[in-house]
Structure formats: C-alpha cells, structure tokens
C-alpha cells in the first residue's frame, strides 16, 4: 500500500515537503550567521512546516539544540513559561544523559513537576498551575539556553499571542532576555501580520528592528504542479489538466487546504486512472460534509450580526469592501457601524481576515460550506 504523500500536520522528511527551497536557504543562512528570525504569513501557509523542514537540514541538526514550542493557545506567562519548558526537555530527553540533566540543575523551581521512569528518563508532569512564580521560571529557562553545551535555536510559533497576555510588558521582558541570551537564537512566526509588524517594525515596540523578516507567500503553482504530479504518478493516477490549477485557485495556493483536498483525492482516487476536476468537487464537498456538525455548531454561537456579516462575505465575489452601501445594501445588513463591530469581532474570533481593504473568510472549508447555504 502507498502512503499518502499529502501531510495534513507534522513533517516527515523532504520527499514529503513542497519547494520553499529558497525560504530554507534563507532562514538558515540567518540563524547560523546570528541572527533573529520573524516569519510572517496568513495561517496555514505552512510556516511551521517551514521551520521544521529547516530544523531538519544537516547544517542545524547537527550543530544546535533546536525547538519548537506552539502559544497559539497560550493566555499568560505562566503558560507560556510552561509550554516553553516542555518543549525543551521534549527534545532534551532524547539526547545523552548531561544534556538534559544539565537542563534539570538550572529549572530548580520546576524540578519536582519532573518524574522518572524505570529506565531514568525525566517526564514532564507539571501542571499549569504548578508554575507558582512565572518569572523566576522563566529566568531559570533563559539560565538554561544561556549555558546550554551546545548553542540552541527555539522556535515560537504564533508569537503574537503574548500580545493579549493579562500581565504587562512582557514584550519587553522576554526582549530583554532574549538580548542577555548569546547561546541562543529565535524565529518568531505568527499568523497575525498586522500584530507581527506593529510588533517587529513599530520604533516604539521592543522587539523593534531586533529580528530579519521573512514574509511567506503561496507556492508557485509551477512548484506545486511538478510536486502533486509526482506523487500522484506513484499511484499511476494522471490528473486531468487544469485540475492542478483548480485546486490552486480554489484555496489562492494555500499550503494546508490544498494538501488537505490532494490528501483526499490521492485516498479516493483508484490506481491507474484519470483524476478530473469533477473529483475535485466531490472531494472538497467530502471534506466540508465532514465538517457540518462543527460549523453548525459555530454558527449557533454567533451573534445574529456576525453570523449574517460571515453569510454575506461568503456569498460575496471577495472583492467588496463590507462596509460599503452596495454591500450592506445587497446584503440587508443592518448600518456601517454594526458591521464595523461585527467585522472586528469576527476577526478577533480569528473567523475573517483582511488584506489591503479586503475582507475574507479565513476558513476556505467554513467559506464553501456557507457558500452553500
């Protein structure tokens, strides 16, 4: 049986992972030359798999201590210092018995959240709320990657979200730390582009000019065609042409959705025939059925005025401006102002992006599913 070569989540290795060839280059050629990394690009555009196929090349694996913690969920900095702290002796316990006793010596007050196992391997059994003191463990951390035997690279994906945390200035805390660090060098990505360059570019912010940017866009389709192509040859499955252009412009190349319909299509489609656009369809209504359950669920917990402004932007060509008269108009939405309300709304909910002016459901699945209502 062949594997389905179309990953929804994790990495497994280069066959597996499309192009970003000079994005690899590029961010590595940073970090081994020192530098701070902030990676920039709507969700799903594939910036962790980014940095995890980065992550995986010789000139990194080989010389540096390198992790990957996700805040994206994270409301304070004690889950951040938590989060922080697991995905270090994650990757610690794998390595030779000093490195991650060394890590054990420093994080004193989070030792006894730390177990063994019958063969002496440490387990990370602590609990959010075993995290008395935030700071002080958050200092023994950065202790940590300061001293480390070998230099370390963390990757803190959904950076954005320490934005919203209640305690204040924790921007400039950890931007201090991260200047007292000299054994250790971050990529910060986020989904947010808007927070991230305020964050990053804003002369009032303390990580102001403290990082290279890297902004990611969608794979070329030439990238994509040659990739999906291939694969789908192992299965001796010819695609139909313009079925690969459909697909891209279905999803406007974004990585996840585009992986997630040929993940579908490569499992529903039988050897030695023709795959057609028609097969598409079918697939992208297999995958937004699947998902019906969830989307009425979220649509019943929607104000009325947001769950009307989401029908409207999934019933719109996307190049409308929603708070204009034609729209609210067209639409029989209520007044400039309730939409203004409902579209900040929604995007806190992180239910509708924007670009330029224009607004869009982030959720390609969300926006068909409703486009079919």
């Known amino acids: 049986m062949i594997k389905n070569p179309f990953l929804t989540y994790g990495y497994n290795g280069p066959s597996y992972f499309c192009d970003r060839e000079e994005e690899t280059k590029r961010l590595t050629s940073f970090l081994v030359n020192g530098n701070h990394v902030a990676i920039m690009s709507p969700r799903r555009m594939g910036k962790t798999g980014l940095i995890l196929h980065t992550f995986a090349q010789r000139q990194l694996l080989d010389s540096y201590y390198l992790f990957v ?197 490569f499992a529903t489609t039988e050897p030695d025939s023709v795959c057609k656009i028609k097969d598409v369809d079918e697939a992208l209504n297999n995958v937004v059925n699947e998902k019906d359950d969830i989307y009425q669920d979220l649509m019943s917990r929607l104000p009325i005025g947001q769950k009307t402004l989401l029908k409207a932007l999934a019933h719109s060509n996307g190049n409308i401006q929603p708070t204009s008269k034609n729209f609210i108009r067209k639409f029989k939405l209520s007044s400039t102002s309730s939409v203004q309300r409902s579209l900040m709304a929604l995007q806190d909910k992180d239910l509708v992006t924007s670009s330029n002016g224009q607004y869009r459901i982030y959720d390609y699945f969300l926006f068909y599913w409703l486009n079919k209502k």
């Not at 054990?104 to 075993?130: C, K």
Request: glycine letters at 4%; a neutral charge; hydrophobic letters at 40%.
């Open 69 to 265: 913690v996700d805040i994206y969920a994270t409301k304070s900095l004690a889950e951040l210092t938590y989060e922080l702290g697991k995905a270090i002796l994650s990757v610690l316990k794998s390595k030779e018995r000093k490195a991650w006793e060394c890590f054990l010596h420093v994080v004193s007050s989070m030792r006894t959240g730390i177990t063994f196992d019958a063969f002496g391997q440490p387990s990370w059994n602590l609990e959010i709320g075993d995290i008395q003191s935030p700071q002080v463990s958050l200092d023994e951390i950065f202790t940590y990657l300061s001293q480390a035997d070998r230099p370390c690279i963390v990757a803190i994906d959904e950076f954005q979200a320490i934005t919203n945390y209640p305690e204040k200035n924790v921007e400039a805390l950890l931007r201090t730390y991260i200047q007292r660090c000299n054994n250790t060098w971050f990529v910060f990505s986020g989904s947010k582009r808007h927070m991230m360059g305020e964050m990053f570019i804003s002369p009032a912010r303390p990580f102001y000019q403290s990082a290279s940017i890297i902004s990611l866009k969608a794979i070329p389709i030439e990238s994509y065609s040659s990739f999906i192509t291939h694969h789908f040859s192992k299965k001796r499955v010819v695609l139909e042409n313009n079925t690969i252009q459909y697909i891209y412009n279905k999803f406007e190349g974004t990585t996840w959705y585009i992986q997630k319909i040929c993940n579908e299509l």
